[in-house]
């Protein structure tokens, strides 16, 4: 089992920036890639970008170029830095971890992120 928090959301001006932050807990060895999406009201949840236990990372392209996402794997935290944010970026932003041989998904419970003109 795998525990994750999310922290760091909140109300920012649209081309303002944000740090997301993600902790896991419990059998964090077994976490392989790990990966920021969001969901926006009455749209279905997507990715806004992956990172791999090496620290290898691929980003929507709605984010590129703006997103970046880092890993500590000593501290077993994930961060998202959101820059130039717009409005559109508005969304729930959820943490997931794929764990063991398997790759068991787990999730974190959401941060909002709020972008206003």
């Known amino acids: 089992q795998v525990q994750l928090v999310e922290s760091g959301g909140g109300l920012v001006q649209a081309g303002g920036s944000l740090r997301l932050s993600c902790v896991a807990s419990?059998?964090?060895?077994?976490?392989?890639?790990m990966g920021w999406y969001r969901q926006a009201p009455g749209k279905q949840r997507e990715l806004v970008g992956v990172?791999?236990?090496?620290?290898?990372?691929n980003y929507a392209d709605s984010v590129k170029g703006r997103f970046a996402i880092s890993r500590d794997n000593a501290k077993n935290t994930m961060a998202l830095q959101m820059n130039s944010l717009l409005p559109e970026d508005t969304a729930v932003y959820y943490c997931?971890?794929?764990?063991?041989?398997?790759?068991?998904?787990?999730w974190g419970q959401g941060t909002q992120v709020t972008v206003s003109l």
């Open positions: 419990g059998n964090t060895f077994a976490i392989n890639a």
């Open positions: 997931k971890a794929v764990v063991g041989g398997r790759g068991d998904a787990y």
């Open positions: 990172i791999s236990s090496g620290g290898w990372t």
